[in-house]
């Protein structure tokens, strides 16, 4: 089997991933056309047809699947053969792709990826940051970060740093004329900014003091799904905003923010690095971890 033969199966197998092939092109780095191409070129080759195409969709043959099925433990051993060569080296190499929810990802991944490839020169990081609900095994991630509550089965997780905690905060403009909330309830009272997942749904406040946990369904005039706008909105004076206290920090320090219910926004130690349990564990995923572990 030639270069040309195997960079074909390689793009096969990021198409039938994604079930796309703009984002099949996106993760190559090439045009949607040239993923087009070998896929045209693999099928003509093998004269089988591999994917159904319409303008909306792609989606694998009986053939593709059977093909699928039998072509990723192959490609699996070639990686793990690939990764062996480590032990000739004195750092690891390759690539290594993690998912991680945007929302936290400035501060999990602050001080960690300058020195992590500072130390491995050999090793790529391919993050994808996003807050929607990610499966890693079928989207080709070697790991993912998530909170402990949120994790799957058949996953081996790694407790990893840091300690993260949410705030609320308002504005000094928004809050002149009303009266701070003291506890959960009086939220009710109160102009909120509330959170969409990618998913739709809305995200319910979570608060803890003295072993008592509450969940509250705000409500309010605006509803975001990032929380750098957030922010910004709650800076407005829009209402209040339940967002990483990281995110807030400057803003508390100057005055721009007020934080509220600060007795009740416990802080959350659950954060994890995880991956499938039958995943070999390569050189380079080994050194993210080594990095990022508490």
Same mark, same amino acid.
């Given at each position: 089997?030639? *270069?040309?033969?195997?960079?074909?199966?390689?793009?096969?197998?990021?198409?039938?991933?994604?079930?796309?092939?703009? %984002?099949?092109?996106?993760?190559?780095?090439?045009?949607?056309?040239?993923? /087009?191409?070998?896929?045209?070129?693999?099928?003509?080759?093998?004269?089988?047809?591999?994917?159904?195409?319409?303008?909306?969709?792609?989606?694998?043959?009986?053939? *593709?699947?059977? @093909?699928?099925?039998?072509?990723?433990?192959? @490609?699996? %051993? #070639?990686?793990?053969?690939?990764? /062996?060569?480590?032990?000739?080296?004195?750092?690891?190499?390759?690539?290594?792709?993690? $998912?991680?929810? $945007? /929302?936290?990802?400035? @501060?999990?991944?602050?001080?960690?990826?300058?020195? &992590?490839?500072? %130390?491995?020169?050999? &090793?790529?990081?391919?993050?994808?940051?996003?807050?929607?609900?990610?499966?890693?095994?079928?989207? *080709?991630?070697?790991? !993912? #970060?998530?909170?402990?509550?949120?994790?799957? =089965?058949?996953?081996?997780?790694?407790?990893? +740093?840091?300690? &993260?905690?949410?705030?609320?905060?308002? /504005?000094?403009?928004?809050?002149?004329?009303?009266?701070?909330?003291? +506890?959960?309830?009086?939220?009710?009272?109160?102009?909120? #900014?509330?959170?969409?997942?990618?998913? *739709?749904?809305?995200?319910?406040?979570?608060?803890?003091?003295?072993?008592?946990?509450?969940?509250?369904?705000?409500?309010?005039?605006?509803?975001?799904?990032? =929380?750098?706008?957030?922010?910004?909105?709650?800076? =407005? !004076?829009?209402?209040?905003?339940?967002?990483?206290? $990281?995110?807030?920090? =400057?803003?508390?320090?100057? !005055?721009?923010?007020?934080?509220?219910?600060?007795?009740?926004?416990?802080?959350?130690?659950?954060? @994890?690095?995880?991956?499938?349990?039958?995943?070999?564990?390569?050189?380079?995923?080994?050194?993210? #971890?080594?990095?990022?572990?508490?």
């Amino acid at each position: 089997m030639h *270069g040309t033969e195997l960079a074909e199966l390689s793009i096969f197998l990021a198409v039938a991933r994604f079930r796309s092939f703009k %984002q099949a092109a996106v993760e190559r780095g090439v045009a949607a056309s040239a993923i /087009s191409h070998s896929i045209r070129n693999l099928e003509e080759r093998v004269g089988v047809r591999l994917f159904h195409r319409t303008t909306r969709s792609v989606s694998l043959t009986e053939a *593709g699947e059977r @093909f699928l099925s039998e072509l990723h433990p192959a @490609f699996g %051993q #070639i990686e793990k053969a690939l990764d /062996s060569l480590n032990s000739f080296r004195g750092t690891p190499f390759g690539t290594v792709r993690i $998912n991680i929810p $945007n /929302s936290i990802a400035p @501060f999990v991944l602050h001080d960690v990826m300058g020195p &992590l490839l500072k %130390q491995n020169p050999g &090793l790529h990081l391919d993050i994808v940051a996003t807050d929607r609900l990610v499966d890693i095994v079928e989207d *080709g991630f070697d790991a !993912g #970060i998530r909170f402990g509550e949120r994790l799957m =089965q058949d996953m081996i997780a790694v407790h990893i +740093k840091p300690t &993260l905690r949410f705030a609320v905060v308002g /504005s000094p403009d928004y809050l002149y004329e009303r009266n701070i909330p003291e +506890k959960p309830a009086d939220l009710r009272e109160h102009s909120c #900014i509330r959170y969409r997942y990618p998913s *739709g749904a809305i995200y319910n406040w979570q608060f803890e003091k003295e072993g008592e946990a509450i969940d509250v369904e705000v409500d309010g005039p605006i509803t975001l799904d990032d =929380q750098e706008l957030m922010v910004e909105a709650a800076l =407005q !004076g829009c209402g209040l905003a339940y967002v990483w206290d $990281n995110r807030v920090m =400057q803003h508390l320090a100057s !005055g721009a923010l007020i934080r509220c219910l600060d007795d009740w926004c416990a802080p959350d130690d659950g954060l @994890f690095l995880y991956y499938p349990s039958r995943r070999y564990l390569s050189a380079g995923l080994r050194a993210v #971890i080594d990095m990022l572990k508490a």
